[in-house]
């Protein structure tokens, strides 16, 4: 958050400048305040006053860099990544596993391809979990119909699921079909 900016000259078109930052002074609980100078040679031009708010990265931001830029960039399978605990041909998700991954609104959205409420987006997060598990697919790969999921992966073939509302989550389990 940009909380002061002052200029005190034009910024030229070209030539070089200096970006200085300082830690500030006084930071709340939860944030980082930094001043920022961008000086040029007839001294300081501008100032920017930044505060930084710590957010938390979820279970999938605990991952080592290079499984997180496969999954969340590269879209590519990992195994073990996911919000989803995998036990006995069950797939569990909480919600709260949802909320910690979805600080930014949109996040979860865009790498696995869902949308909807909460409760919504965390039972098509465990469907696609589910099934990218059992195939070594990406998440994103599933597609989900009435009780019925889909990869393109797999052209022509329907995989059963059923989905049960737990209390803080959902349990998904491959069906019959």
Same mark, same amino acid.
């Given at each position: 958050?940009?909380?002061?900016?002052?200029?005190?000259?034009? /910024?030229?078109?070209?030539?070089?400048?200096?970006?200085?930052?300082?830690?500030?002074?006084?930071?709340?609980?939860?944030?980082? $305040?930094? @001043?920022?100078?961008? %000086? &040029? @040679?007839?001294? %300081?031009?501008?100032?920017?006053? /930044?505060?930084? !708010?710590?957010?938390?990265?979820?279970?999938? &931001? @605990? !991952?080592?860099?290079?499984? !997180?830029? $496969?999954?969340?960039?590269?879209?590519?399978?990992?195994? &073990?990544?996911?919000?989803?605990?995998?036990?006995?041909?069950?797939?569990?998700?909480?919600? %709260?596993?949802?909320?910690?991954?979805?600080?930014?609104?949109?996040?979860?959205?865009?790498?696995?391809?869902?949308?909807?409420?909460?409760?919504?987006?965390?039972?098509?997060?465990?469907?696609?979990?589910?099934?990218?598990?059992?195939?070594?697919?990406?998440?994103?790969?599933?597609?989900?119909? @009435?009780?019925?999921?889909?990869?393109?992966?797999?052209?022509?073939?329907?995989?059963?699921?059923?989905?049960?509302?737990?209390?803080?989550?959902?349990?998904?389990?491959?069906?019959?079909?």
């Amino acid at each position: 958050e940009i909380t002061a900016l002052r200029f005190f000259g034009a /910024l030229p078109k070209a030539g070089r400048l200096r970006v200085e930052a300082r830690l500030a002074p006084t930071s709340a609980a939860g944030t980082l $305040a930094v @001043d920022v100078q961008i %000086v &040029g @040679d007839a001294g %300081v031009l501008a100032t920017v006053a /930044l505060t930084e !708010r710590l957010l938390p990265k979820g279970p999938l &931001g @605990d !991952r080592p860099a290079a499984e !997180r830029r $496969a999954f969340l960039a590269e879209r590519r399978f990992v195994p &073990g990544f996911g919000l989803a605990t995998h036990e006995a041909g069950a797939t569990r998700l909480s919600l %709260v596993a949802v909320q910690r991954s979805n600080f930014l609104p949109g996040t979860l959205e865009r790498v696995y391809g869902a949308a909807g409420p909460l409760p919504k987006l965390a039972a098509a997060i465990a469907v696609k979990e589910h099934f990218a598990a059992e195939f070594g697919l990406h998440p994103s790969a599933i597609e989900i119909g @009435d009780g019925v999921a889909t990869t393109p992966a797999m052209p022509g073939r329907r995989f059963p699921f059923t989905l049960a509302h737990e209390p803080g989550g959902v349990r998904v389990t491959s069906a019959e079909g």
